[in-house]
């Protein structure tokens, strides 16, 4: 908050903040608090076979998965990060990493729509004053859902960010511009939105779905990940109190973890739809397909063939999520000892994991039909949605400046460059 305003004003607007709070999150009933890591492992994972149920349908009908995201928030799951000050579990990246890759292995756009959830509990973290801190995560350990305003189209590139904050005479501010790929705001009950302030430097925002001026647009017409409804959000003159903007510039300034932690996030989603597709492929090739003729054996399980490539694929999805566990436990060590140097080791390995998945995740979805033969093609059994999910997301940003970064660092000791990407 600008060092200008007085407490006074703060708690006014604090006040009047918390009463503008969304309303669709109360009619839900109370979040349950996960208590720590082991809780949150088990959650994920039972919430992941629940979700896997639908998951096929949903997509082939793009129906949204509202009632689902309800059950993940009422769980607790999207608490887990909040500090153990604050009533949260505060579990590890190794942890947060794991469920993000369960939920992904069983449905991809239910895994993608929270990403941006913790990315920016992370910066509220960071970035946070103590009354921020306690209201925003207050509102999400009661279950409310933060989704994101973040990217723009027709613009220079993906940093160039338009849309303004503009300082009111009150000390308030007034948000004006348009975005697109804004994954979860559809669902949530706060958007967090990035833009820049009259001195240019980015800020977020953090506004109620339902603020006046703000209209989300579901027009997400993606091959893939089609129920993440990562539509456009326009922001028209929409007024925001100054004690729910925080500043992001500062979080580039020194050390920081908040793009491997996003990134980590990507990866094990990656890491998730490989999983995902090599055990349709397994269930497929158990149940439904027919040896070939050439192979002398009585069953499509029993073709040494498709052993051999079932054993390549598993080594694959195998050594993705050996470095997503290095990756988050490098973002972990980092945590707990932040510097230049261990910020960098985190980054790099997380680029690894991230290179390394997004690969995977595209030639196993891709080899599931490979394997599993002419059938598996048919429209009504929807299995292409594992590769159309892996080609969607991982377009996300190119892994080959992930490579590049990697080159540069192991080769002539050149530190990682500090943005949300890496």
Do not use: C
């Not at 079932?310 to 993705?320: D, H, I, K, M, P």
Request: charge should be negative.
């Amino acid at each position: 908050m600008p060092a200008e305003f007085s407490a006074g004003t703060s708690a006014k607007i604090s006040a009047e903040s918390a009463a503008k709070a969304p309303a669709e999150a109360s009619a839900r009933g109370a979040a349950k608090v996960i208590a720590d890591d082991a809780e949150a492992l088990a959650t994920a994972a039972a919430l992941a076979d629940e979700f896997r149920a639908g998951a096929a349908d949903r997509d082939a009908e793009r129906r949204l998965p509202r009632a689902e995201l309800d059950r993940l928030s009422d769980s607790g799951l999207l608490a887990v990060t909040v500090p153990a000050e604050h009533g949260g579990a505060d579990v590890r990246q190794e942890t947060l990493a794991e469920i993000f890759r369960l939920l992904a292995s069983a449905d991809a756009s239910l895994a993608q729509i929270p990403q941006s959830h913790f990315v920016y509990v992370n910066v509220i973290r960071r970035q946070g004053t103590a009354e921020q801190r306690a209201f925003l995560f207050g509102e999400v350990l009661a279950g409310r859902r933060l989704g994101n305003a973040q990217s723009e189209a027709g613009t220079k590139n993906v940093q160039d960010i338009r849309t303004r904050l503009e300082r009111q005479p009150d000390g308030s501010y007034v948000l004006t511009g348009v975005k697109h790929y804004s994954t979860g705001a559809l669902f949530a009950d706060w958007i967090p939105v990035l833009a820049r302030t009259e001195d240019d430097n980015l800020h977020v925002a953090y506004v109620p779905r339902h603020a006046e001026g703000l209209t989300v647009v579901d027009d997400w017409d993606g091959m893939g990940q089609r129920t993440t409804a990562s539509g456009t959000v326009r922001l028209d003159a929409v007024p925001v109190p100054a004690d729910r903007v925080l500043p992001h510039h500062l979080t580039f300034q020194g050390p920081q973890l908040h793009g491997a932690v996003a990134q980590l996030l990507h990866a094990a989603i990656d890491a998730g739809i490989a999983a995902g597709a090599l055990s349709a492929a397994v269930e497929f090739v158990r149940t439904k397909s027919r040896p070939w003729f050439e192979s002398g054996v009585e069953t499509a399980a029993e073709d040494p063939l498709l052993i051999q490539r079932f054993g390549e694929l598993a080594v694959q999805v195998r050594a993705t999520e050996a470095l997503l566990g290095v990756a988050a436990r490098e973002v972990d060590a980092a945590r707990a000892d932040l510097t230049e140097e261990s910020a960098a080791e985190a980054s790099i390995a997380v680029a690894a994991a991230k290179a390394h998945a997004a690969a995977t995740a595209v030639e196993v979805s891709g080899a599931l039909f490979e394997v599993s033969g002419t059938r598996s093609a048919l429209n009504s059994l929807n299995l292409h949605r594992h590769w159309r999910d892996a080609r969607t997301h991982t377009l996300h940003d190119p892994a080959r400046w992930k490579i590049q970064h990697i080159g540069r660092y192991v080769l002539n000791g050149t530190l990682p460059p500090r943005h949300g990407l890496l």
